[in-house]
């Protein structure tokens, strides 16, 4: 089924906190994108699309970018995520 970006984002940003490593606090990407290409239906012949993989990766290096006071690279980590669009 084909998810557009923006859809793929918003519902990672809706659920990042589920995916965080009790331990470190960090959010586990690649939890992130198989639960946003599970709970979307996102499948392609089987396998999870890369771009679920990207956004995820760009809005975990946000998250910590942000948690770290550094907000710049955080900004920008949040515009690769929203520019991460195949389609």
Do not use: K
């Not at 920008?76 to 669009?85: E, G, H, I």
């Amino acid at each position: 089924m084909h998810i557009g970006a923006i859809r793929i984002r918003q519902w990672m940003r809706n659920h990042i906190d589920e995916c965080r490593d009790p331990l470190t606090d960090e959010v586990d990407a690649t939890h992130l994108a198989e639960s946003a290409c599970q709970d979307l239906d996102g499948w392609q012949a089987d396998e999870i699309p890369e771009i679920y993989f990207e956004i995820a990766g760009w809005l975990a290096v946000a998250d910590e970018e942000r948690r770290r006071g550094n907000m710049p690279a955080a900004t920008r980590a949040l515009v690769n995520a929203r520019d991460a669009s195949y389609f």
